[in-house]
């Protein structure tokens, strides 16, 4: 290949062709400096923000564990509110059983006699109202 | 001073930002051409050589000393100017030419082309906007700044044979383009 106009060429151009504000690369290193600070403290920042988000959804997450954790819970395990709701559902469903035996087209004086020991109960409980400590 | 040198004084905490002072002083001028064959815009090329400086901070602790400092600026400063170049056809839905006559136009406002230096370098670079970006990355390491090609190599990270072959045609397109002008 025939490079001898380029070759040519390479020896009459110029190598800094175009114009340039003046003192251009006197300042330029201090420019760069400049923005190699700027660019520091922008990592900063970032890495500032970055930790602050993080720290604001662990606080978070924390919070909501112990505000539901089940010991700290009104209604959850070992609370005195989940033995009341205890007591109350098997009361309500031993109201319920005995309602469904008394609809039943058997005799009741039997059904009374097989169920005497839970209306001794319920009839002692409407005696003596309810008694949370009620040992079940 | 050696390049060596300067990186020696980089490394050191206390001299940090003297050392890496030295180095933009040696390279900033090499680094500025390189990018501004590329982009012609001084502003644009005034922006890409700080990102390129801001990137040699951020890693030049990660420097490999096998290779050479120098291949390894050009490398960087020739990766910002072509994806410059890319992203601004990209972000203006632009198509090449459109890119390119932009870019003639800027050749013809920054050259005073009343001089014959600047003459011959108006019509050359008018000429390279025909070629591919990565094909006028080769031509002007070769043709400008007179790299070897292994330097070339390490630069733009293709073999030797592919640079050859690439220099060549890139030249033969250049000779064309000067001839029927």
Not at chain 1, 26 to 50: C, F, H, M, T, Y
Not at chain 2, 52 to 65: A, H, S, T
Not at chain 2, 99 to 125: F, T
């Amino acid at each position: 290949m025939n490079q001898e106009p380029l070759e040519e060429l390479r020896n009459k151009i110029n190598r800094e062709p175009y114009g340039l504000p003046s003192s251009y690369f006197d300042k330029l290193p201090q420019r760069i400096g400049e923005r190699v600070s700027e660019n520091a403290s922008e990592k900063v920042l970032v890495v500032g923000s970055w930790m602050k988000w993080v720290s604001l959804a662990a606080s978070i997450v924390l919070i909501a564990v112990l505000w539901f954790q089940p010991f700290r819970s009104p209604t959850g395990v070992g609370s005195q509110n989940f033995e009341d709701q205890l007591y109350w559902s098997l009361y309500s469903s031993d109201v319920s059983i005995d309602a469904f035996f008394y609809n039943q087209p058997f005799d009741h004086e039997i059904m009374d006699e097989l169920i005497m020991d839970e209306t001794a109960s319920f009839a002692l409980e409407e005696e003596y109202g309810y008694d949370p400590n009620w040992d079940f | 001073m050696e390049d060596h040198e300067i990186l020696k004084i980089f490394q050191q905490d206390e001299t940090r930002h003297y050392g890496f002072n030295l180095l933009v002083r040696k390279y900033q001028q090499k680094l500025y051409w390189l990018i501004r064959r590329m982009v012609i815009d001084h502003d644009e090329t005034d922006d890409l050589v700080q990102e390129v400086f801001i990137k040699v901070w951020n890693n030049l602790d990660k420097f490999r000393e096998d290779a050479k400092l120098y291949t390894w600026l050009y490398r960087i400063a020739t990766n910002e100017a072509l994806t410059h170049l890319q992203k601004k056809k990209k972000r203006f839905f632009l198509p090449i030419h459109d890119v390119n006559a932009e870019l003639e136009n800027k050749i013809s406002a920054n050259l005073d082309v009343s001089m014959d230096e600047d003459k011959i370098e108006a019509r050359l670079q008018k000429a390279l906007l025909r070629l591919p970006e990565k094909q006028r990355a080769v031509f002007q390491l070769r043709f400008y700044e007179d790299m070897p090609y292994e330097e070339m190599a390490e630069v733009t990270g293709t073999s030797v044979g592919a640079l050859k072959a690439s220099y060549h045609h890139a030249a033969k397109k250049v000779e064309e383009f000067l001839k029927s002008d």
